[in-house]
């Protein structure tokens, strides 16, 4: 998630302009299957790769600390497959998913609804409290 700057900061500011075409500092958000948050990662630059602040956060650094046996995280596309993170598989240029990939894909998306809700929950309460 983007949290958006007013403007640039005053030292390394093109490491937090996004694709998005604005300054913003990055967190990471892990969330149960309650849409409630159970840690997070904030600070990193705008323009950081999902995927590297994942890999190189508190929860994958020290990830005996964080996970059981048989425990893991569920992603998307932006985040490659580890010993705790479960991604999407990815399409290949030139090729379909096979069918049981695409049938993993759509379960997996049905789950994942719960963290864009849980990003949704955050963002309107965020907002309600600029209103302030």
Not at 82 to 97: D, G, H, I, R, W
Request: overall charge positive; charged content about 20%; some cysteine.
């Amino acid at each position: 998630m983007l949290f958006p700057l007013a403007f640039a900061t005053s030292q390394n500011s093109e490491d937090y302009f996004t694709r998005k075409r604005n300054y913003a500092i990055k967190g990471l958000f892990i969330c149960d299957d309650a849409a409630k948050i159970t840690c997070m990662e904030m600070g990193w630059p705008g323009s950081v790769y999902d995927n590297w602040v994942s890999a190189n956060s508190n929860v994958y650094l020290s990830k005996e600390k964080y996970f059981g046996n048989k425990e893991f995280l569920l992603g998307d596309l932006a985040f490659s497959a580890s010993s705790v993170m479960v991604p999407t598989f990815k399409k290949s240029p030139n090729a379909n998913l096979s069918e049981t990939r695409t049938y993993f894909n759509t379960k997996l998306a049905r789950i994942g609804i719960k963290s864009e809700h849980c990003i949704g929950l955050l963002k309107a309460w965020f907002q309600h409290l600029q209103g302030r």
